[in-house]
T-cell receptor, first 114, second 111 residues
Framework: DTEVTQTPKHLVMGMTNKKSLKCEQHMGHRAMYWYKQKAKKPPELMFVYSYEKLSINESVPSRFSPECPNSSLLNLHLHALQPEDSALYLC?????????????FGDGTRLSIL | GENVEQHPSTLSVQEGDSAVIKCTYSDSASNYFPWYKQELGKRPQLIIDIRSNVGEKKDQRIAVTLNKTAKHFSLHITETQPEDSAVYFCAATSGNTPLVFGKGTRLSVIA
């Protein structure tokens, strides 16, 4: 069972489209993360939300826009993406916003930009 | 900031043999060291973690050792099985900065 649920599992979009990735956790975790992972590479941190507030933005281009509507939900809004943005997008959550507790990952959304 | 080096990048072992993956870190303030296993097409899953107040932790066939003085930590898998084949990532954090991952080790267990 995956405790962090991501939708959709796969997404194909054109460079002019607008789409959103969704992530949900019901473990009461106070930190939520977005990562981007390219093939054969480690996860690369994009954003961290701590207590529903954006605490870290790792210099991510503005075509990626995160949103945390409540403590259980995390969205990533996509607009005018480039082919190099094709990757696996992973959501994770953790009890500790300081990062010293295990991060639980979702299954990811595999994004392809045409 | 923190920098984590992981070796080897690929590792092949015979079924039943042991596998060892090593990581070094640069920030002496780092105090939490998780290990993740990622099977092909799947999510990273935490398999074991260690904090800086202990030198070793074991969970069945998996163990992690930490040497704070040398700033390195290692993952040991004994009696390897084909289902251990995956990419393994080490990581480190002090809690003041985000988790930093190593580049990963692709482990192949040959039956």
């Amino acid at each position: 069972d995956t405790e962090v649920t991501q939708t959709p599992k796969h997404l194909v979009m054109g460079m002019t489209n607008k789409k959103s990735l969704k992530c949900e956790q019901h473990m009461g975790h106070r930190a939520m993360y977005w990562y981007k992972q390219k093939a054969k590479k480690p996860p690369e941190l994009m954003f961290v939300y701590s207590y529903e507030k954006l605490s870290i933005n790792e210099s991510v281009p503005s075509r990626f826009s995160p949103e945390c509507p409540n403590s259980s939900l995390l969205n990533l809004h996509l607009h005018a993406l480039q082919p190099e943005d094709s990757a696996l997008y992973l959501c994770a959550s953790s009890q500790d916003p300081g990062g010293r507790q295990p991060q639980h990952f979702g299954d990811g959304t595999r994004l392809s930009i045409l | 900031g923190e920098n984590v080096e992981q070796h080897p990048s690929t590792l092949s072992v015979q079924e039943g043999d042991s596998a060892v993956i090593k990581c070094t870190y640069s920030d002496s303030a780092s105090n939490y060291f998780p290990w993740y296993k990622q099977e092909l097409g799947k999510r990273p899953q935490l398999i074991i973690d260690i904090r800086s107040n202990v030198g070793e932790k074991k969970d069945q066939r998996i163990a992690v050792t930490l040497n704070k003085t040398a700033k390195h930590f290692s993952l040991h898998i004994t009696e390897t099985q084909p289902e251990d084949s995956a990419v393994y990532f080490c990581a480190a954090t002090s809690g003041n900065t985000p988790l930093v991952f190593g580049k990963g080790t692709r482990l192949s267990v040959i039956a």
